[in-house]
């Protein structure tokens, strides 16, 4: 901008010293076709420069948006890719919305509240923390370390598996567990279909065919 702005400058100045020149030459030789020839040569050169900066222009403008584009398919790979390595289960309804011209990030956010799924908490980002439940009908292996949150991640799927009437199993050697809370998770309305095996009494035993 500075380069063409300085260029501007200076052909301004040519032309008001070529016009000052003719007229001083138009008055001595007393010949205003001189003065008339300059002038219309200064109007071509003016014209000349003005469409070469209305193509500078358009051609700048051009590459902007060829950037824009290239920028905005290149980010969109970028997304793709780590939705990809970090929520392979989004992985096909992403790309059909992104597909139908959803902008990447609407298209995650939609995705990611529409799969089937346990709310297990939020994440740094702000984002819903989400298990689907078809994960869930895989294996689960939960580590931490003590008061890391183990207990209550499993507490959290297990209501929600109570809340949502799919059935569910819970092995575990601690009484209060269940006293204390599992048994008050249980509904009202599934109360009857509660079955709590303690092996060590006798006086209920369990018998299987």
């Given at each position: ?10 052909v ?22 001189i ?19 209305r ?74 923390a ?31 598996d ?33 079955v709590y ?13």
């Amino acid at each position: 901008m500075a380069r063409e702005s300085a260029s501007d400058r200076v052909v301004g100045f040519l032309l008001v010293g070529v016009f000052a020149a003719a007229l001083v030459a138009s008055v001595a030789v007393q010949q205003p076709l001189i003065l008339v020839i300059l002038a219309a040569t200064g109007v071509v050169v003016i014209l000349i420069r003005y469409n070469q900066r209305r193509a500078d222009e358009d051609r700048r403008e051009a590459d902007r948006k060829s950037y824009q584009e290239r920028e905005s398919e290149r980010n969109k790979e970028l997304f793709l890719d780590e939705v990809e390595c970090y929520f392979p289960f989004l992985k096909e309804a992403f790309q059909e919305r992104v597909s139908n011209a959803e902008a990447p990030e609407d298209a995650f956010l939609n995705a990611l509240y529409d799969v089937p799924a346990t709310d297990i908490g939020t994440t740094m980002y702000g984002l819903p923390a989400r298990l689907p439940l078809a994960e869930r009908t895989k294996h689960l292996y939960v580590v931490g370390k003590t008061s890391s949150g183990k207990t209550s991640l499993l507490l959290h799927l297990i209501q929600d598996d109570l809340e949502a009437g799919r059935g569910l199993c819970v092995v575990a050697p601690e009484a209060e567990l269940f006293r204390d809370w599992l048994l008050p998770m249980v509904p009202d309305e599934r109360a009857d279909s509660v079955v709590y095996f303690a092996p060590g009494q006798l006086d209920n035993p369990v018998t299987f065919n």
